[in-house]
């Protein structure tokens, strides 16, 4: 948060300590992987509903993550209401088929086969929560006069990482969607010109049958994604 106020540096002790053994450490850590490797990407959701106050605690989980001078530079727009959901649908739809008749271009399109997508985007309807991450581009005083932020694009990914983790964490599955261009969701959300749109999760219960692209289970092993570089003689 930023304030006109000049805020001082004042250090508090660390508030929130753990001290696990090495076993534990190792054991904690590995059930959170083996959690998270259960998340997957879901475009088909139960009408189960979900209640406010989980989607409340995720979001203020997202709002937990660091950011760039701590000026958290999202926003989130929770929407449950069926007519407005009907109205985002809508208005993606009409940018995702200019996407996939061809404004995508070939190679993108392409990239995209194996996930079977299309512009057909019924869950942006069927899911009982749609939550719009905005990311903050610059802040505004009170008065209206604006401020810079910094990392807007890491910090709100941070945050939207967060998002996705606590959603899991109720057992709720989620769909990454971003309709390109976004912009037709600040008129519908009525959010100011500094936020720029970067996301919609579509969010709720995975039906009975939902079903995730083969391609999604395959994922990098840890060789292609860690190099580890320990104390060495020979350095
Ligand atoms: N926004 C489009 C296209 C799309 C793009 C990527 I990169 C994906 O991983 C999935 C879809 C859509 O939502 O269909």
């Not at 109205?87 to 070939?106: H, M, S, T, V």
């Not at 997508?117 to 008065?143: N, S």
């Amino acid at each position: 948060m930023f304030s006109r106020k000049n805020l001082p540096h004042d250090p508090l002790p660390l508030p929130d300590r753990f001290d696990f053994s090495d076993e534990e450490m190792l054991a904690r850590v590995t059930a959170f992987f083996e959690n998270m490797a259960k998340r997957h990407s879901v475009r088909e959701f139960s009408p189960r509903p979900v209640a406010r106050a989980v989607i409340e605690t995720a979001v203020a989980t997202a709002g937990r993550a660091p950011s760039g001078a701590n000026h958290q530079p999202w926003f989130f727009a929770a929407i449950s209401d069926p007519a407005l959901k009907a109205q985002i649908r809508a208005e993606a739809e009409a940018e995702e088929e200019k996407f996939y008749e061809g404004g995508a271009g070939d190679e993108w399109l392409k990239a995209l086969e194996p996930l079977g997508t299309d512009a057909a985007k019924p869950h942006l309807e069927a899911a009982p929560w749609l939550i719009v991450i905005f990311a903050q581009r610059w802040g505004e005083f009170d008065d209206g006069t604006r401020f810079k932020n910094y990392y807007v694009p890491e910090s709100v990914g941070i945050a939207t990482g967060f998002l996705i983790a606590a959603l899991h964490q109720a057992g709720l599955s989620c769909l990454t969607h971003t309709p390109n261009p976004m912009k037709f969701l600040n008129e519908t959300l009525g959010r100011p010109a500094s936020e720029k749109p970067v996301m919609i999760l579509a969010v709720g219960h995975p039906s009975d049958d939902a079903t995730v692209p083969a391609v999604a289970k395959m994922k990098k092993p840890l060789d292609q994604i860690l190099a580890v570089y320990e104390e060495r003689e020979d350095r």
